[in-house]
């Protein structure tokens, strides 16, 4: 093998393992926004009192995150863009685009102020 190809697979190696952590450094603000977001529906659904039951409940379906958000976001927040936010801001982070992570976590932050 000539030196020149060693170089080429050294510097093969070393930028596929760095790209790993690369991929994941808005990750940490996903989660963390996630949870607050988690944390403001699961309180607005407490805030309305007792709601008939829906056809989802009567079949014993376990509520998500995003069907709570979809019934429980009448005080003027849209929960579900704050989700689709996220997850856009997830597609981002996994492609690598940390400006567009940054920007969908922002928007995130945003609604829930």
């Known amino acids: 093998m000539t030196s020149i190809a060693k170089c080429s697979a050294a510097l093969f190696a070393l930028l596929c393992a760095t790209m790993p952590a690369h991929a994941g450094a808005c990750a940490d603000d996903i989660a963390q926004t996630q949870a607050q977001l988690d944390l403001a ?49 997830r597609t981002a982070d996994r492609t690598g685009d940390i400006a567009a992570c940054g920007r969908e976590v922002a928007h995130a932050r945003a609604i829930l102020r």
Do not use: V
């Not at 699961?42 to 989802?56: C, F, I, M, N, T």
């Not at 376990?62 to 704050?82: H, K, M, V, Y």
């Open 41 to 89: 529906i699961e309180k607005d659904a407490g805030s309305h009192g007792w709601q008939p039951e829906s056809l989802g409940a009567l079949r014993s379906h376990q509520p998500t995150p995003r069907s709570l958000a979809e019934t429980e976001g009448c005080n003027g927040i849209d929960f579900t863009d704050a989700l689709d936010s996220l997850d856009r801001a």
